[in-house]
């Protein structure tokens, strides 16, 4: 199967309601039944950047791009949210 990348954004200002929705989102792809996916696992792997002012939306992008391709170097289906200390 492929690998599909995807773009959201989402107007969550706290971290931790941001964790907790992609937490329980995690679970529910995890529990997912798909009768044509046989033996394979659906996972997703998920990058989240949080917007201070004056963030452009490109910076944005590559900072949850980051996140996005740490979560996948640790093992795949997870999040990460990308840190200025991370870079």
Do not use: C, W
Request: net charge negative.
């Amino acid at each position: 199967l492929s690998n599909l990348e995807h773009t959201l954004e989402l107007h969550i200002q706290d971290e931790n309601i941001a964790e907790s929705r992609i937490q329980s989102l995690l679970q529910k792809v995890n529990e997912l039944k798909i009768e044509e996916l046989k033996d394979f696992k659906l996972s997703i792997s998920i990058g989240i950047a949080f917007a201070p002012n004056g963030t452009t939306f490109m910076e944005l992008y590559h900072h949850a791009d980051q996140a996005l391709y740490q979560t996948k170097r640790t093992g795949k289906n997870n999040y990460k949210i990308y840190k200025n200390d991370e870079n």
